[in-house]
C-alpha cells in the first residue's frame, strides 16, 4: 500500500512506496542503488521488481540508472486464485484490486500530484536562477547589448558543433533541441495531470489500463479481458474516463502465480531510455551495473579494450566524471558510432578512442587501474578459444589490485572455467596459479551495502557460482552474477589482480 499522505498537506519527508521493474538478475545492483542514491528504506524483492520507500524528489528518482521502469505503488497483494472457481468470480477478484481499499488509489493520485508539483516549482525556481537576462540592471551594472546579442548565436554553435553531421543533415531537429521538446513533453503532461487531479473528485482524470499476465492466469484471460475488467471497475468507482491515445493516468497491472502488483509510471518514458545515447549498443542498465562493480574512483584510468559503441564508457563517464576513460576496438565502423554517442552526450573530450587489437593493446604493462569490456559473441563475433588470449593481455595491463570487470556468454564463461580447471595457467610465462594466498581470496566476496532483507539465496545466485571459479592467472574472482539479455543469458564477472606476472 502507499504510504498514507492526507490530502494535500503531503511533504516528501512523509515518504511514499515505489518500486521499479529491473532486468533479470539486476535486482541486486537496483537495491543497493536506491539505498544509496535515495536513502531508501524498506527495500525488498521479487523477481524483476525492487519495492522500496523514500523521500527523494523527481529529480532524484530520475536519476536511478540500474532500473528499467519506475512506479508508484498502488497495491501489493497475493496472487489471484484461478486454478478452481468459475470465471465470473475471477472477474469479481480483479475488480475488488479497484474496490477493496479505494482510498489507496485516491492516495496514491495524491502523491503524484504532490511530487509533480514540487517537481514544477523546482524547476520555475532552476529557470528564474539559471536566467540572468532577466535581473533587473542596476545602476553600477554595465550590460553590453553587442554581448547579449551574440551570446545565443554562440550557443545555437556549440550545440550544433555538439552534433554529428550525418544527424544534422538528415534530421533538422538537433539533439539538443530534440532533448528540450522530450522534456519540455514530460512538463506539459505533467502540467495536464496536476489540473485534472485538482479537482477532489478527480472526475476530469482520464486513464489506460496496462496489464501483463504470466502462469496460470495469462491460460485463463488475456491482458485485453483483465484489462476491461479493471477499467470498467476503475470508471464505476471513481468516474474516470478511459482514453487509449493520450491519458493522464496510465495504471500498471501484473499479475502472476506469485503476486498481484498495481501501481502508476511516474515518468512516461523509461529510465532505461537514456537521452544522451544516440545509438544504443549494450543494454544501458547491464553497462551501469557492470561499471558500479568496479570500483571507479577519481583520477583512475578506465579502459574498456573492445568498446564497440561506447555505451559502457558513457554510463561510467557521466556517473563518475573525474575519470580518465580510453576505449578501444578493431572495427572502424563500431569506432565511428562510438564517436557518435560521444559527440551526442557531449563527452568527446572526456573520452579517448583508439583503433587496435584487444591482443595487442598499446599500453605498458600494468598501466590501467580499471578495465570494464563487453566480450562480443553470437554468430557474428567467434572468439571461441581466443577469450584466453583476450584476457591474457587484459591481465598484463592491469596494475596489481587493479579490477576486470567483464560481460561473458555462457560459452565464454565456460571456456574459461575449463581453462581454469585444466590448471593451466592463463599467462604465457607460465606463472603459477595455486600460490599461497590465493585461495583464501576466493571465498567471501567484498561485503556490500545491499538491504538486509536480501534473502540467502538471492545472494547465493548472485554469485553465479563464484565458489567453483578458480584464479585465471593472476586474476582471482571477486563477484559473478548471472542476468538476462532477453534471448539469451550472460554473466558479469569482476576479478582483481593479485599479483605481478612472472612473480
Not at 276 to 305: C, H, N, Q
Amino acid at each position: 500500500m502507499v504510504a498514507s499522505p492526507t490530502g494535500s498537506g503531503w511533504s516528501p519527508t512523509a515518504g511514499a512506496r515505489f518500486f521499479c521493474t529491473a532486468g533479470r538478475g539486476l535486482e541486486p545492483f537496483l537495491m543497493r542503488e536506491v539505498r544509496a542514491r535515495l536513502a531508501a528504506t524498506q527495500v525488498e524483492y521479487i523477481s524483476g521488481k525492487v519495492f522500496f520507500t523514500t523521500c527523494s524528489d523527481l529529480n532524484m528518482l530520475k536519476k536511478l540508472k540500474s532500473a528499467e521502469r519506475l512506479f508508484l505503488l498502488i497495491k501489493k497483494q497475493f496472487p489471484l486464485n484461478v486454478s478452481s472457481v468459475s470465471k465470473g468470480n475471477i472477474f469479481n477478484e480483479m475488480q475488488r484490486l479497484v474496490n477493496d481499499g479505494p482510498e489507496s488509489w485516491l492516495s496514491a493520485i495524491s502523491v503524484w500530484k504532490n511530487l509533480l508539483e514540487l517537481d514544477a516549482k523546482k524547476d520555475q525556481l532552476s529557470q528564474r536562477d539559471a536566467n540572468p537576462l532577466k535581473r533587473k540592471v542596476g545602476e553600477n551594472d554595465v550590460t553590453n547589448p553587442k554581448k547579449l546579442k551574440t551570446e545565443p548565436m554562440q550557443e545555437l554553435q556549440e550545440s550544433r558543433e555538439c552534433q554529428p553531421e550525418k544527424q544534422m543533415e538528415e534530421e533538422p531537429v538537433e539533439q539538443g533541441d530534440f532533448l528540450m521538446n522530450r522534456e519540455k513533453s514530460q512538463k506539459a503532461f505533467q502540467n495536464e495531470v496536476v489540473k485534472a487531479a485538482d479537482d477532489p473528485s478527480q472526475k476530469d482524470l482520464t486513464f489506460r489500463v496496462s496489464c501483463r499476465c504470466s502462469g496460470a492466469i495469462a491460460k485463463t484471460f488475456t491482458a485485453q479481458e483483465v484489462g476491461r475488467v479493471i477499467g470498467i471497475a476503475l470508471m464505476k468507482q471513481f468516474g474516470w474516463k478511459a482514453d487509449l491515445r493520450n491519458p493522464n493516468l496510465e495504471i500498471f497491472i501484473h499479475l502472476n502465480d506469485i503476486y498481484s502488483v498495481v501501481g502508476i509510471p511516474v515518468f512516461r518514458v523509461p529510465l532505461a531510455s537514456r537521452a544522451y545515447i544516440k545509438t544504443a549498443g549494450l543494454r544501458s542498465t547491464i553497462a551501469w551495473a557492470m561499471a558500479s562493480l568496479a570500483e571507479i574512483k577519481a583520477g583512475a584510468f578506465v579502459f574498456d579494450p573492445m568498446c564497440g559503441l561506447g555505451t559502457i564508457l558513457l554510463e561510467a563517464a557521466k556517473e563518475w566524471p573525474d575519470v580518465y576513460y580510453v576505449g578501444a576496438d578493431v572495427s572502424d565502423s563500431q569506432l565511428l558510432g562510438a564517436y557518435d554517442n560521444l559527440k551526442a552526450a557531449g563527452l568527446q573530450d572526456k573520452i579517448e578512442l583508439l583503433k587496435v587489437s584487444v591482443t595487442e593493446l598499446p599500453l605498458p604493462s600494468e598501466s590501467v587501474d580499471v578495465i570494464i569490456s563487453d566480450i562480443p559473441f553470437g554468430k557474428k563475433f567467434k572468439l571461441g578459444k581466443d577469450i584466453k588470449n583476450i584476457l591474457q593481455e587484459m591481465e598484463r595491463v592491469l596494475h596489481v589490485g587493479g579490477t576486470i570487470v567483464l560481460l561473458l556468454n555462457n560459452d565464454h564463461h565456460r571456456r574459461l572455467q575449463d581453462c581454469e580447471q585444466s590448471g593451466i595457467p592463463l599467462n604465457s610465462k607460465g606463472s603459477p596459479t595455486d600460490e599461497p594466498g590465493i585461495e583464501k581470496c576466493l571465498s567471501p566476496r567484498e561485503k556490500t551495502d545491499l538491504s538486509d532483507t536480501v534473502s540467502s539465496s538471492s545472494e547465493a545466485s548472485s554469485q553465479g557460482g563464484l565458489d567453483k571459479m578458480p584464479p585465471v592467472g593472476s586474476l582471482v574472482p571477486v563477484e559473478c552474477y548471472q542476468v538476462s539479455l532477453g534471448r539469451t543469458e550472460a554473466f558479469i564477472c569482476k576479478y582483481r589482480k593479485s599479483h605481478s606476472l612472472g612473480l
